[in-house]
């Protein structure tokens, strides 16, 4: 799959869009400033995402997962370590401080948190595609990240959109990964649009 | 799917029978369905809040963040879910005791039958005997951490003590037995010299000097002994190998030994070995014509029994228990009171039980759990 370096200019943006407009609302609704990093974007072949070395070998990670189908299908995924997403959430909550841990309350919590930068970003790009899309309920999970193998190995993804960013609360720093796992076709219809959407800007300037 | 809600409303009665809150508003945020669980919940019936605006009762929905999460819900955007630490009570209901009902709520977006406008669906859970149940655990959990951190540091504060106490017994007892060394020779020197003859009676004052004097030494030395104990941690011990280690020695050269003891470890003290020793050192000693000892292992349900058997002259019945004391006996009287002790400190027992005339037997009772095999048996 080759990406223009305009199309990946134009997805970084959404993703951009689609964060700020999660952290912003995290902030509205924490009692802690949250502030992100610029997120990185960059489309990969899910052959390669084993070779990435995105969290350490056998690290826990708290993930919050949501399908979406439709012209539009495949699987978000949000990816927190686990240690320091406890910490994460104990930050933004204002919880005395504890055993960094994930009970229960916390991955609701977390959920939460997940679910408001997945929806961001599937916002910014349902406003591009302009067509219904359905949606489960999100999942929460913690395990290692070889999971993703599995969604890779079993959904036939033709391109996984990987977006990182990190979390800066108060002293801690906690990096979060979006996986973005297009079905077959899907990363096509996105380019498309985009570069509809381009073209329309272009003569419209 | 649920389309058209204000004409098929009889069909979400199901929703009553459920046991969490159900509500369906409008992108107006008019209630169009209320099920029976939020009834109770909330006190506010049915028909009280169909047609009425949410917002009016629960305040919160005005926030504008909920006005833009739940405006993503109304243009069909993904599920959103509320969790009970940020949003406590979403839908104010009051419990029996007055608390407030602690809530998760997951909203959906509705499809409705006009294109591309969607109600919003609001399930709550009540989480409030879980939340609870969690912070019980939390403060269980750093209750037990901090106690913990205590007890390490009160450790530490002990450990830092004996070492000083350790220090200081070591010093003395250095001292004590210089002079001690002095007394020994100026006795000497005095009956060397003839200065005394053995027939008065102060001769014999000299005499029971001597005892005294050889009393405190042997004392210094069991203080020694005793101090040692316990200093360093457990650990597992191959009782085959010292057995083997301790027969090879000069002094029991000459006996048979017998060690049935391959593949069984032992988790005790350091000073484990210096029991075994005096098992070999009081069979030469007092057993009078011991020739053979043997060591065995005999399993039973929940421990595992270390056998040495010597083939003198055994323990009379009445010194069975006495053996063990402090102070009893022809030699010194310490060696089976350190062993007991030395034993004791992971929890193994030790007993004589061999027939008088026939032999000694010791019996080292260990619990399975501080015994071993190293190896097949």
Not at chain 1, 117 to 139: A, C, D, K, W
Not at chain 2, 113 to 122: D, F, H, L, Q, R
Not at chain 2, 217 to 229: L, N, R
Request: aromatic content about 8%; hydrophobic content about 40%.
């Amino acid at each position: 799959m080759i990406v223009s370096p305009e199309d990946l200019d134009f997805l970084m943006e959404l993703m951009n869009i689609g964060v700020g407009k999660a952290a912003s609302l995290l902030n509205e609704i924490t009692s802690s400033h949250i502030r992100l990093s610029v997120p990185q974007v960059r489309i990969v072949n899910p052959s390669e995402i084993n070779s990435l070395n995105l969290v350490p070998e056998n690290e826990i990670c708290a993930q919050v997962k949501l399908d979406f189908s439709g012209p539009f299908s495949g699987t978000s995924l949000l990816v927190f370590p686990a240690g320091s997403a406890a910490t994460l959430v104990m930050t933004i909550t204002g919880e005395e401080p504890g055993a960094p841990e994930l009970d229960s309350i916390r991955a609701e919590t977390l959920k939460e948190v997940g679910n408001i930068f997945i929806n961001g970003v599937m916002g910014s790009i349902g406003n591009v595609l302009r067509q219904h899309i359905s949606y489960s309920l999100p999942e929460y999970y913690e395990d290692r990240l070889e999971i993703i193998k599995y969604f890779i190995e079993n959904e036939k993804s033709d391109g996984i959109i990987l977006t990182t960013t990190n979390f800066y609360v108060e002293n801690i720093d906690v990096r979060g990964i979006i996986f973005l796992m297009l079905d077959m076709g899907s990363l096509n219809l996105l380019l498309e649009k985009i570069e509809q959407v381009d073209t329309i800007e272009s003569s419209g300037s | 799917m649920i389309k058209n809600l204000t004409e098929t409303g009889e069909d979400l009665s199901l929703f009553d029978f459920l046991p969490v809150g159900i509500c369906i508003i409008d992108p107006d945020y008019n209630v169009l369905f209320w099920n029976r669980c939020l009834e109770n919940w909330s006190g506010l019936k049915t028909g009280e809040m169909t047609g009425s605006d949410l917002r009016v009762k629960c305040e919160k929905l005005k926030s504008s963040h909920f006005i833009k999460r739940f405006g993503l819900i109304f243009s069909g955007g993904p599920p959103d879910g509320f969790s009970s630490q940020l949003h406590k009570y979403l839908i104010p209901s009051e419990l029996h005791n007055g608390k407030m009902r602690i809530q998760h709520t997951t909203v959906i977006a509705l499809q409705t039958e006009v294109p591309g406008k969607y109600n919003a669906m609001i399930i709550c859970e009540d989480v409030t005997n879980l939340t609870n149940e969690v912070q019980a655990y939390r403060s269980m959990r750093d209750r037990a951490l901090m106690e913990l951190d205590e007890r390490v540091k009160t450790e530490n504060a002990l450990r830092i003590v004996n070492t000083k106490l350790n220090l200081m017994n070591s010093i003395t007892r250095h001292d004590i037995l210089n002079q001690l060394t002095v007394a020994i020779i100026f006795r000497d020197m005095i009956e060397q010299d003839n200065v005394i003859p053995p027939e008065k009676k102060a001769y014999g004052y000299l005499n029971k000097m001597e005892i005294a004097l050889n009393n405190i030494q042997q004392h210094i030395s069991f203080t020694k002994d005793y101090q040692d104990m316990g200093i360093k941690s457990p650990n597992w011990y191959d009782i085959a190998g010292i057995v083997d280690k301790i027969s090879r020695s000069s002094s029991f050269s000459e006996l048979e030994v017998k060690n049935g003891l391959r593949g069984y470890e032992i988790y005790a003290d350091p000073l484990f070995e210096k029991v075994i020793y005096t098992l070999f050192d009081n069979a030469v000693r007092h057993g009078k014509k011991v020739t053979r000892i043997e060591f065995s292992a005999v399993e039973e349900d929940t421990s595992i029994s270390i056998v040495c058997e010597d083939n003198g002259i055994g323990i009379p019945v009445n010194d069975k228990e006495k053996i063990f004391e402090r102070g009893f006996g022809e030699h010194t009287g310490l060696g089976l009171f350190l062993s007991r002790d030395i034993l004791s400190i992971t929890g193994i027992s030790i007993k004589e039980n061999g027939k008088p005339g026939v032999g000694a037997r010791f019996e080292i009772s260990v619990s399975k759990d501080m015994c071993r095999h190293s190896e097949p048996v």
